[in-house]
Structures are given as structure tokens and as C-alpha cells.
């Protein structure tokens, strides 16, 4: 009950009134809409989004979606709009760690796809899919500026670069220890080119 | 060892610090411009120094800063262009994660001269981290006074922020950038009107690359015409270079624009040559988006001059013979490299990139993709080199924004130079795949 058509996804109202941001997260909400004048508050749309969906567990639902549009005071269909162009915007539920590994010309070059392979098999997953522990969501990117340390994979807010079969286990090893969601947003990045 | 005036401090530690980077002479070129000089005379010099924007079309700057529209009473805006996602191309966050004051330096002296109070720096949402450290350097310089009201004790105010994309290489073009930092989907705009004229908000706008704009300090400080020395012809300066591929050293170059190709490629003080002693097959010069070159042409023009790396000499030739300087992202092919993958590497990721408002473009990148498909499972026929080659000529000149033809060129390219390849997968039915990863393991050289 509750659900109701929402773009061209279930939308439920009883679930949407349990999503808000915790206090932290409304703070630096506030903070990203200042930097812009006033009324022209959509502009913090796109970094909001990347508040959001660190704060919700990985992704955008319907209902942080509409969420997101009550904060910034503009149309649910507005935020769809964006959520649905860009790539970092997860519409559907991912693991906690998205590992994503460029394909493009310069790490492909350098092995990325013996790379992807390895993971694949590794992990027992195809790209796209989820471990069935809900930890690991591979994804393939295109370039992410780190060819010149290619092959690389990106999950949340860390490159891993010059990756290796072995670089790869260790990587995977400490995630799954640690058992957190990886987002964009994390402050705890140990990226150095 | 030619000159470097953008990363030349990059090793030093704590650089990103404002206080080293202060005592390594930072910030003087706000210092200078803010209490020396107006604002037409901060880019009379960039004008004086041939400056061309390093953000891939070569686009003069100062002239680009003379179109500004400044009407009474309306706000202006220099935005940065940190999207930085042309593949082959690290130069800018590079820079922005080693020196992010280098950055910060050049849009106060930037805006300034623009007169523009409120600036944005726009970066890709995967350099999420970057953001982070552009955002503690802004901080630690509002806290010491460069950034906020009356800079300097002037009545010259700026407020600089940081905004992040949310993964779209398409909010590279300048004018989709503009839509992405109003919280839209990344559309290209049609031109005219220009950002010059409505940009940010409808409101006048300058968007420059990240390297443009740190080299804004450098000019300031020397002079427009000493800037000009450096270089050869209309390619003045220095200029970022992202080498990556089948070299033994990878990484971030900063050359005076006119080192001769070869000498880049093979000298230890740059590339340091081919990885295992492999020979070099080819070399997509300024990013995905520029015609590949086979050896012979890329390190000497079809008059069989040496070529350098310049805006001109890498052009010599046009799109038959040469190619072309681009963003600065210098891919290395070795002799043991498909070049159709590699193409098909390119397709696919313009497919991915397209955003879909115009048919050639949505279309033609879905099909020369495909096709290209065909190929790497040994299903295409020679028919396939014919119709991938009509499709590419179709899309260049047809589309809202260029990158359209970016997708086009790398296909012309590939088929222009290396068709026999195209052609015996076609005839054999077959394509020979290599595993990169295994093979470079494999050290040869001692
Ligand atoms: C598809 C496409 C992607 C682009 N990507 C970038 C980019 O990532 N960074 C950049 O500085 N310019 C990029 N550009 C060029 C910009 O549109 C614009 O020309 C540039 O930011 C102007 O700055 P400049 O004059 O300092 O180079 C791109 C252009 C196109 C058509
Ligand atoms: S050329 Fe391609 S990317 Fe550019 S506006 Fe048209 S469809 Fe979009
Ligand atoms: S090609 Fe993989 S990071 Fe650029």
C-alpha cells in the first residue's frame, strides 16, 4: 500500500517519510547550497546527490530521490533527470563496495581486461553483478585519469593504481575484513600518484 | 632539461601546504596583479604571451577573455574546467592533487582580471578525493586572506568553490559543464549564444582549463612577451603532457612546447622509450579524440621533417598525414597492439559518453561500436571497413557539440593508417587476441 508511480520507478509515501538526512549530512547540505546565489539552489544537486547516496546505504531510491527534491525545493523529476545521466548515481541497490575498473584504451593496454577476468573469477561474479553477500559490486569505467598508472580500479573514494593479480587479492582482503559501504564521499582515501 | 614553470615544485614536500607553497614565491602573481596592475592589463599580458587554452582546442586565451560580455550591474563568472576526462589525459589532477594552490593562484589572478567575484572550479565526480584537497586549500586561503573581501586590502572580493560532477564525460564541453554546475543533465547547449555572452546562469562566462588557468600565474610574473620565448611559433609556453601506454615511464611531463616527438618518447628525462624493448607501433597524440598516428608519421611528418611536439608541427599534414596536440594525452602503442581494439576501446567509450541528443552522434557511436564488435569476434567482412568508414563520415559538422567528430576522428584515423589490419581480420575470420597483462609481465629487457 503506500506505492504509488514515481518516473519509472514504485515510489512508496510511507517509506519516504522515514528518509532524512542525520544532522552531519543536513550540515554539509547547507554548507553546498551556500556557495551558490540565491534561488539558484538547484545547483547543488548533483553534490547532494553524493551526500545522500553515501548517507542511504550505496544508492538512490525513489524515495530519497524525492527526498532529495523537498531539500532543494525543485521537482521530483528533476532530480530523476540527473540521477538517471550521470554514472555515479546508483538507481538500483549495490554491495558495499563497488569496485570499478577502467577499460579504456591506456589500462587495457596494460592488462585491464586480464584484470577484470581475474575479479570476475575471483569473486565469482560477472561485471554488473552483486556477491550474494551483498560486499562486492563489480562494475567496468571508462577512463578515470590514472592511465599513466594503469591498470587501476576505483571503489568509493580511492584509486588503486599499477594493480596487480596480487595487488587485487590484498585489496579485496582488507575490504571484506573491513565490511563497510565504500562511497564517493569517504574521507579515509589513500590515493597517491 | 627544458623549463618548467607549473610543476617545477611538485616533489617538494608539503607543497600542498599553503605556508610551502607561500615560500616557494606563491601567490605573487595575485599580489602583483591586485596592487600593480588593472584588470585589462592582467590580460593584455596573457594576450602578449600566445597562451592557447590546454584544455584541448587551442583556443587563444586572451582573445577568448576579450569577448567577455560586461554589461552594468550583471555578475560575471570564470568557472574552471577540471572534468578531466578525455582518455589519456592526467595532467590536471596531477597538478590539482600535488599543487592545488597552483590552481587556486591562477583563479584569483584570473577573475580579477575578468572581474569576476564568484568563481567555480568544476572537477569530475570521480576525483571525489581531489575535491577534498582543492576544498582544504581554499579553506587555509580564506583563513589567510586570499580568497574573500577586500583582498589584499583592495576592494577586489572573490568567493571560490568547488562543485563535483557526477560522472559524464560529456560536462568536459564547455557549455554541457554549464548545464551539469545548474544541477542538470549534461546537454550540450546550442551556440550561439555563447558562454562569453550567457553562460553560468544566463550570466557572462569564461571557462578555461585547470593548466590555462595555473599558467595565468607564471605569465603574470615574467611578462606576457618573456612567456612567449618559450616555445616555437603560436605554440608558446609549457604544456602538460600525460604520457601513458607502452613506455617505461609513464606519468606527468611538463615540456617546453617544441621537444621533438622522437626525443620525448625515447629520452630518459621523458618516456624513457618502449616498455621491453618492443618496437613502437604507434601514438594517439592529444587524447582518444585525435587521429592516431603509425610510427613513421608520428615522429616525422610526410615532408619528413621531424616532428615536435607543438599545436602546429602535430598538425602538419592535416588529418591525412598528422594529427594533433589536443588535451596533451600521449598514448604509446607497442608493436604486439591491435589497433582495431584499441579503436574499439575508443567506440565503445564515446558510445557510453554520447549524451543522446543528436541521432548521428547517439547512433553513429551504437553502430561503429558494434561493428567494430564484429571484428574482435571475427564475424566482420570487408564490407564492414567500407560501411564503418561511411558511418564515421557522416557524424563530423552534423552535431550540436564536437563530440560528435571526437567519436568520428579516432575511427577515420585507425582505417586511414592501418586498413590492412581491419582486412586480414575480416579475410581470416579471425582476430588474434593477446593478453596484455601476461605479456608485459614478462620482462625482457635487462
Ligand atoms: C566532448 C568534449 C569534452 C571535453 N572535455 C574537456 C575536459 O575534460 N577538460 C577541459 O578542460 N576541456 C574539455 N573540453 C573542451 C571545453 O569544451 C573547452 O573548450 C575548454 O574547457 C576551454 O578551456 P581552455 O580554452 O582553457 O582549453 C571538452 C570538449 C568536448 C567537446
Ligand atoms: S554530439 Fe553527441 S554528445 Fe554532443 S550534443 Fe550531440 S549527442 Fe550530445
Ligand atoms: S584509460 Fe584507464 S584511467 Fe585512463
Redesign the interface.
Known sequence: MGAQVHGTQEFDAKKRAEVKFSDAAMETVKTIIS?Y?AG?Q??????V??VAQAEFGGWLSPEVMDYVASV?N?KPI?VF??AS?????NLKPVGKCTLEIC????C????A???IKYIEKKLGIKVGETTRDGMFTLKV???????????MM?CG???HENLTYEKVDAIIEKYKSEGRLRS??D?D?N?T? | MGRKLLIHNDKVPGIHTLEVYRAHGGYASVEKALKTMTPDQVTDEVKKSGLRGRGGAGFPTGLKWSFLAKPEGVPRYLVCNADESEPGTFKDRYLMEKIPHALIEGMITSSYALGANTSYIYIRGEYFYVSRILEQAIREAYAAGWLGKNILGTNYSLDLSVQVGGGAYICGEETALLESLEGKRGNPRIKPPFPAVAGLWGCPTVVNNVETIAAVCPIVMMGGEEYAKIGIGKSTGTKLISASGHINKPGVYEIELGVPVEEFIYSEEYCGGIRNGKKLKAVVAGGSSVPILPTELILKTAKGEPRLMTYESLADGGFQTGTMLGSGGFIVMDEDTSIVKNLFTFSRFYHHESCGQCSPCREGTGWMEKILKKFLNGTATEADVDLLWDIQSKIEGKTICPLGEAAAWPVAAAIRHFKHEFLEIARNKKFNDVSHYERLKKKTVA
Not at chain 1, 538547484?42 to 553534490?47: C, G, V
Not at chain 1, 545521466?85 to 548515481?89: A, E
Not at chain 1, 577499460?103 to 591506456?106: G, I, L, R
Not at chain 1, 569505467?141 to 591498470?151: H, N
Open positions: 556557495r546565489p539558484k538547484k545547483s547543488a544537486l548533483l553534490p546527490l553524493h532543494l525543485i528533476e533527470e540527473v545521466f550521470y554514472t555515479m548515481y577499460q579504456t584504451s591506456s587495457w593496454l596494460c592488462g581486461e586480464d584484470i569505467a571508462e577512463c578515470l585519469g590514472s592511465c599513466g598508472t594503469a591498470p576505483q573514494a580511492s584509486f564517493y564521499t574521507l582515501y590515493n600518484l
